[in-house]
C-alpha cells in the first residue's frame, strides 16, 4: 500500500498519471476516427472510379 502513499508529492504524481491517461485516450480515439474517416472516403473515391470505368 506504501506504492500509493508519496507523501506530499502524491496529489502531483498522480494527477500526472490522470492527465496522461486521459491524453493517450483522446489520442486513440482521435486516431480510430480519423481512420474512419479515410476508409469512408477511400470507399467513395473508389466507387467513384469504378462507376466512371
Not at 492527465?19 to 473515391?45: E, F, G, N, Y
Request: aromatic fraction near 8%; glycine fraction near 4%.
Amino acid at each position: 500500500m506504501e506504492i500509493f502513499m508519496m507523501g506530499k508529492y502524491s496529489a502531483h504524481v498522480w494527477s500526472s498519471f490522470g492527465i496522461t491517461a486521459v491524453v493517450l485516450i483522446i489520442c486513440v480515439l482521435q486516431a480510430r476516427r480519423r481512420h474512419r474517416i479515410v476508409l469512408s472516403d477511400l470507399r467513395v473515391r473508389i466507387k467513384a472510379m469504378e462507376s466512371e470505368q
